[in-house]
């Protein structure tokens, strides 16, 4: 990482302290703003925020890694979380599945090469009456059919741009 | 934006008025509102079904450590698979919830609220943040709430993270300081020392609304539905094979058969009962009740239709436990693999009876042995559906 963006790196997480405050507690809510901003949290982002909190770099690994919407193997601009649970299961989750691999051209837990689109698995999403439920940064998609991946895909996609970054979490 | 479309039955809530219930609790001493809510015997919604009077009761109790003060925390994790009945509350009876932890605030005599919620439902929030907003300037959160001097309350909202163990309330409370969501010994219990070690009354989202219509109308209105030691009301939350999927408000004690008339599921062949941490009951016996005493849930209810293949589920439940497991104790982490690797033989038609009987056994152990309520009760369903479809999952063929 250049010099520069390092430092714009720390002064945003020093922003964002100030904003959650140094309590221990504000641990996980400093991280998930991190994430929104840099759409991962680095080996020295983690570095950083600990100095800022006052604890072990290992501290803010261990939690970063128990959550599986902090430890996101993936790193897209746009992360897929397909709900892999029992009511999206019978309501035929496999075919989207497999039909997002092909439409992305990446297995669940990758990222694609320009790094605009993560796919993962996800529990249950509370949406079992309408399934298979994906959802995508924090837009819940419903009654997902194999035919319709694509579309999602391109609706992202026409979000980029100039405002990319905050269509992207809004 | 947000869909709800869930909703198949009136609620209760539709039919009271705005803020009765705080009226109401505002003009009653800490004593006689803990005592209406342990008059209608209450039980949380959440799953575990403790009586909610007796929660408050002993945290209105507990002693504040120097520099502190008490808390209310709302559990909207609602991770458990087949739940969403408190997405529907959040969504359309949001002000009904905040007023029900007002009325615990009072209760306990607690100055501070939090709402945590899963992060799947960030979605929620903004329309979340807008009702708290409303409520303050209102005067129905702040200082001197509805201008009783003294009472002050408000609440935060904080995001979840994506643990299904965080809805077990120390895990939460962990995540709430800031740690992993590992769940504590109990004793001592939150209401006792909950977050930053000071008296916490955690509940789920449904009982804050539940509470509201106690006050607005009576103990004794609550305690005339359902059965003796389930009382009231409950939501719901129906999905899988069923012609009519969504959130049901019936009164505890329903049967099996009832509810499946209800939801358009007649002739399925099982119907999973509190999630994949509850039980899979089998069509013999439809006549059981949705109740505490019998069929217990905290709302989860998916029906498997005729044609289910029932092993596929059970793996679908224990790939669950084994992605869900903190990793905290040896019996949950090391026992869901291995009821996961059963599965697995099982399915390739390659488990003798008696590994089988090694299994069951090794289920037992992880109920009376690990530290929490998810190890406990992750061995439920794969158990259930040994007990109930052994001449289905016994002796496959990997053609099957
Ligand atoms: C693994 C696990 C997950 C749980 N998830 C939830 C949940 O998502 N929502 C909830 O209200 N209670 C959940 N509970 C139950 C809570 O620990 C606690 O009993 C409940 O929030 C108390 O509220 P109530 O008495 O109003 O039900 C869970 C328990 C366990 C063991
Ligand atoms: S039972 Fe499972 S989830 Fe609970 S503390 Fe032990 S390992 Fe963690
Ligand atoms: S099972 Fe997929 S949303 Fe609940």
């Known amino acids: 990482m250049l010099v520069g963006q390092q430092q714009r790196l720390q002064e945003d997480i020093r922003e964002i302290v100030a904003q959650h405050g140094h309590d221990r507690s504000a641990l996980i809510p400093v991280l998930q703003e991190l994430q929104k901003r840099h759409t991962t949290v680095s080996d020295f982002a983690m570095q950083v925020v600990a100095d800022e909190l006052g604890i072990h770099p290992a501290e803010v690994y261990g939690v970063t890694s128990f959550y599986a919407f902090l430890r996101q193997p993936t790193k897209g601009r746009f992360v897929f979380r397909l709900c892999r649970t029992i009511s999206c299961e019978l309501g035929g989750k496999s075919r989207v599945a497999r039909q997002l691999e092909n439409d992305l051209g990446i297995a669940f837990g990758e990222t694609t090469g320009d790094g605009r689109f993560g796919l993962e698995w996800a529990s249950c999403l509370g949406m079992c009456d309408q399934g298979p439920a994906l959802l995508v940064n924090d837009r819940v998609y419903t009654r997902v059919t194999p035919e319709q991946v694509h579309q999602i895909i391109d609706e992202c996609k026409s979000t980029f741009g100039a405002h990319a970054r905050q269509a992207a979490h809004s | ?400």
């Open chain 2, 1 to 400: 934006m947000i869909q709800v479309n869930s909703k198949k039955t009136p609620f209760t809530f539709d039919s009271i008025e705005p803020e009765s219930g705080l009226r109401a609790a505002l003009g009653m001493s800490r004593a006689d509102i803990i005592g209406e809510v342990s008059a209608c015997a209450l039980r949380g919604r959440g799953g575990a079904g403790f009586p909610t009077g007796t929660k408050w009761n002993l945290a209105a109790a507990a002693r504040v450590k120097p520099g502190g003060a008490k808390y209310v925390v709302c559990n909207a994790d609602e991770g458990e698979p087949g739940t969403f009945k408190d997405r529907v509350l959040l969504a359309e009876h949001a002000d009904m919830v905040f007023e029900g932890m007002t009325i615990g605030a009072r209760a306990i005599g607690a100055p501070h609220g939090i709402l945590y919620l899963r992060s799947e439902y960030v979605y929620l929030r903004p329309h979340l943040e807008s009702v708290l907003a409303r409520r303050r300037s209102e005067n129905l959160l702040g200082k001197d709430i509805g201008g009783v001097a003294g009472f002050t309350f408000d609440i935060h909202i904080h995001m979840g993270a994506g643990a299904y163990v965080c809805g077990e309330e120390t895990a939460l409370i962990e995540s709430l300081e800031g740690y992993r969501g590992e769940p504590r010994n109990r004793p001592p219990f939150p209401v006792d020392t909950g977050f930053q070690g000071q008296p916490t009354v955690v509940n789920n989202v449904e009982t804050f609304a539940w509470v509201v219509c106690i006050l607005s109308r009576s103990a004794s209105w609550f305690k005339a539905i359902g059965t003796k030691t389930s009382t009231g009301y409950k939501l719901l939350s129906v999905s899988g094979d069923c012609r009519e999927p969504g959130v049901y408000e019936v009164p505890l004690g329903i049967s099996v058969a009832e509810l499946l008339a209800k939801v358009g599921g007649e002739g399925a062949k099982a119907v999973q009962i509190g999630g994949a941490s509850g039980h899979c009951v089998p069509a013999s016996e439809f006549g059981r009740k949705i109740a505490f005493e019998d069929a217990s849930t905290g709302g989860s209810i998916i029906v498997f239709g005729p044609g289910r293949d029932m092993l596929a589920v059970a793996r679908n439940f224990m790939e669950f436990f084994v992605e869900e497991s903190c990793g905290q104790c040896t019996p949950c982490r090391a026992g869901n693999t291995k009821l996961l690797e059963g599965v697995e033989m099982l399915e390739r038609g390659e488990c003798s009876m008696s590994y089988l009987q090694e299994l069951l056994a090794l289920g037992e152990t992880m109920q009376l042995a690990s530290k929490c309520g998810l190890g406990q009760s992750s061995p439920n369903a794969f158990v259930s559906i040994v007990k109930h479809f052994k001449d289905e999952i016994m002796g496959r063929t990997l053609a099957n």
